[in-house]
Each structure stands twice: as C-alpha cells, then as structure tokens.
C-alpha cells in the first residue's frame, strides 16, 4: 500500500487546525476545509489543563496562549436583586492546577490558525458534498463544485460532524443528550464585571456572566443553562430558532435575565447547543477518520472538550507519522490511545451535567449555604484539593508518547 500524504481536514476551530500543525511537522501535506467564510471566534473561556498544556508546550504556541489567559479571579453567586450570597477565589472555582490555564476557545482557535496558515492551505466557506473512497485514495467533491482526491480524509467538524453523517450515518446514532441546553454570547459588560464570573441560579436553570483580562475586557459572555430532560425539536444551523428557545426558557425571569437575553439579537457570535457526549464504535472507516468532538464530543461538562481535541490530534497526526503514512496501523493506535482517557472524561461529563442546574429553591439554597462556608472552613484546602486531584486524572488520561524522531527534517 502506497503511504498516504496528502490529508483533507474538514472543520478550522480546534482540533482541526492542531492536526493540520502536526501533519505538516511530519511531512504530510494537509488542507482544512471550513463551512464558515471566515474563522470563528466565539465561545466560551476553555480549560487548557495536564496534558493539553504539554501539547501547547509541544506545538510551541505555550507562551502565546498564557499570553490570553483569562487570567479570572474568581466568581459570585447573586440573588434575584443582584446581593452577593456566595463568593469562591479562583483556586477553588477552577479546581486549577499552577502549570493550568484557560484561554477563549476563539482566542485558541485564532492562534493555531496563524500557526499554521502560511504552511496548510485553508479553504473556507466550503464543505465536503461527498466522499468516494477507493483503495488508493478518496474523490472528494465539495459544495463550491470542486473536485479533488486526497489520500485520507478527516472529519474534525465537531458534534454535528458532516464526515461522520457523511461515512457514519445519522447523528441519533452517536449522540447522547445530557439533559440539558447551553447558550453563550458576547454582549455589552452591563454587569462591570473585570476579571471576575457572576452567577444566578433559578430552578433548573442557571446564568451566568463574565469579563475576562485583555483585550475582552469591555465585553461580557453571557451564558445561560437550562435542564431539558427530553431533546427539543429544532435545526443546529437554525440560529432564529434557538435564540427563540432561548428566550422561552428565560422568558419568566427576573435579575438582570431580560436584558442580558435581548442582548442575544445582536450577538454575531451566538452559540447553542446541547450538552451532548458522542459515542462510537470506532472513530475510522477505511481512508476516513474522526478527530475531536466530532469523534467523542465530552460536552461542556467535562471541561475536557477542547483538551482531548488537542489530544486527539497530537495522538493521531504522531500514530500516521510512526505508522509511516500506513493509516490502517495508525487509525488503529490512535484509537488504542485515545479510548480509556475519553471514556474517563465521558463518565466524568454525564455526572457533572446533573450538577450543572439545580431543581428546586432549596437546594440552591443549600448550595448557596455551601459557597459560604466553604472558604471559611478548616477543610477548605483539604476539599480543594479532592477537587484537583479528580481533574488531573482526567486531565491527564491519555498519555503523551513523544513522536520527535518522525518530524520532517526541515521542520526540526
Ligand atoms: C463557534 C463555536 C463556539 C463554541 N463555543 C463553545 C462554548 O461556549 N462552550 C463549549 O464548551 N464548547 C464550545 N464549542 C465547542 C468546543 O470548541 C469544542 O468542544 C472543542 O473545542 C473541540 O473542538 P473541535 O475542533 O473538535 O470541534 P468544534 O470546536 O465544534 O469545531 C468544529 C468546526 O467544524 C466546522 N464545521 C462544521 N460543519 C462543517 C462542514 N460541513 N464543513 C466544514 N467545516 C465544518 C465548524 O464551523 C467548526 O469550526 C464551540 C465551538 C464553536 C465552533
């Protein structure tokens, strides 16, 4: 069998533009073909932690992600009339270890796409019609009427990946909804918040808003989560839709609520979703693999997501590189590697989605009675500590080979 080496990457936001930086430092030559016309910016604050930070370190944009931390100091719980009932310094919020950093997931995205932007060709506003794989290689007809052959493909265009529908079938086979919807967008700083996370919690629901340090800092996310045991009917691409579920679900309450959804209509960059976990047999068929969320999407409750994407891609561009372009060999190892950390991180997400709304007024209550107490107990570093020690196993749950001795020379 002929080594493969020209790789189609479809999806520019995390793991795709990763692999594109690794392939290229092994010698393959990749294309990244994104839906969006331009590079997308949005999201929320991502968790870069254990192994995700060895990565970044490995890739050699460490420094420029500690340079956008979002370097918060903390969070607050609010009342329905805006009284702080609970406060949490940051090492115990985030349950951060000090080597540890969160950064925007569009500041990441931004950053390994200028990584890699001079060395991989980048196609947006573009998507993958069909595939038609032979045993030499795959004809990849795109929307745009393009045609070309590349010798594997990779889908790594997240929950509703095109690649797996495409090569897969339908997404109801793979997805599993968590219970809940989470929306994020950018609005004014009503709340003059710097550096620091505000929360509300209402039955089943929970707001929350917050300004980061740097450039964002005139600006607030604001998110909102909401417990939906059934899955609601709408289209993922259909934005008016969801900003009108959004505003259904909110539409009874108070605080700073009605001003912080209306700010949704001139958000450019809304975002909602289910918190969902992907599950598969196997991530490859033939020339055609799964990278990232697209894969085994771990849900915003896992706050491993965008890690693991960063994993995935390290462990697979590193697999076809030791493979010798032999994608048989490497979909296989890459698998090996990659299941019992994200399997890990999957359980770890479908426990702490039940945690993320709270169902009746008193047991917010009790919760606001916990953030009280717990930084004034004698137990406080003790608990922190549980906490931490819980995220670095997940954190850390694939191990890192080193692949350096496949580099291509001139990139060494
Ligand atoms: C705009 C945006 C905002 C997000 N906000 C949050 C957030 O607030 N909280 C959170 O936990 N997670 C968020 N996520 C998901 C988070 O980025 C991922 O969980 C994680 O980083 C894994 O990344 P990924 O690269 O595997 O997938 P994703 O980040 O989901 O990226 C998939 C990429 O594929 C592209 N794509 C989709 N379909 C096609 C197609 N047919 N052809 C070509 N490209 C396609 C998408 O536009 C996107 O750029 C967001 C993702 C995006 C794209």
Not at 195 to 201: L, S
Not at 341 to 349: C, I, P, S, T
Request: aromatic share 8%; proline share 3%.
């Amino acid at each position: 069998m002929r080594a493969s080496r020209t790789v189609l990457i479809s999806g520019a936001s995390v793991a795709g533009p990763a692999l594109a930086l690794w392939l290229h430092r092994y010698g393959f030559v990749p294309t990244v073909v994104e839906k969006a016309p331009a590079l997308r910016t949005g999201g929320y604050k991502v968790d870069l932690r254990g192994g995700a930070i060895e990565i970044c370190a490995r890739m050699g944009v460490l420094d420029e992600v500690r340079a956008h931390s979002t370097d918060m100091a903390g969070g607050s719980y609010v009342d329905s009339r805006g009284r702080t009932v609970g406060e949490l310094p940051a090492e115990i919020f985030g349950g951060r270890e000090e080597q540890d950093d969160e950064i925007m997931r569009g500041d990441l995205a931004r950053i390994l796409y200028e990584r890699t932007r001079d060395d991989v060709e980048y196609l947006f506003g573009d998507s993958v019609a069909s595939l038609t794989e032979d045993e030499d290689g795959v004809d990849v007809v795109f929307e745009s009427g393009a045609r070309r052959r590349f010798d594997l493909v990779v889908g790594a265009d997240g929950l509703h990946s095109h690649t797996r529908r495409l090569v897969f079938g339908d997404e109801r086979r793979f997805k599993r909804h968590l219970g809940a919807y989470i929306s994020i967008f950018t609005g004014p700083n009503r709340l003059e918040l710097t550096r620091w996370e505000t929360y509300h919690a209402r039955p089943d629901k929970l707001v929350s808003v917050y300004a980061t340090a740097g450039e964002h800092a005139d600006r607030a996310k604001n998110c909102f989560v909401f417990a939906s045991p059934a899955e609601l009917p709408y289209d993922h691409r259909d934005t008016a839709a969801q900003k009108r579920l959004l505003a259904e679900a909110f539409a009874a309450d108070d605080w700073e609520i009605p001003r912080l959804i209306a700010d949704a209509a001139d958000a450019d960059d809304f975002y909602f979703d289910s918190v969902a976990t992907v599950h598969m047999d196997r991530w490859s068929k033939g020339r055609v693999v799964l990278v990232g969320d697209a894969a085994h999407c771990t849900s915003p409750a896992s706050g491993q997501g965008t890690g693991l994407a960063l994993t995935g891609a390290y462990v697979l561009a590193g697999e076809l590189a030791a493979a010798g372009g032999d994608h048989v060999t490497a979909f296989e190892m890459y698998e090996k590697e990659m299941r019992p950390g994200v399997e890990l991180n999957q359980k770890f997400a479908a426990s702490f989605a039940k945690e993320m709304t709270v169902s009746s007024r008193w047991k917010i209550a009790l919760r606001m009675l916990m953030v009280r107490t717990l930084p004034k107990t004698p137990w406080k570093n003790l608990i922190a500590r549980k906490i931490r020690e819980e995220i670095r196993k997940a954190a850390n749950a694939v191990p890192l080979k080193d692949y350096t001795d496949h580099a291509a020379r001139e990139t060494l």
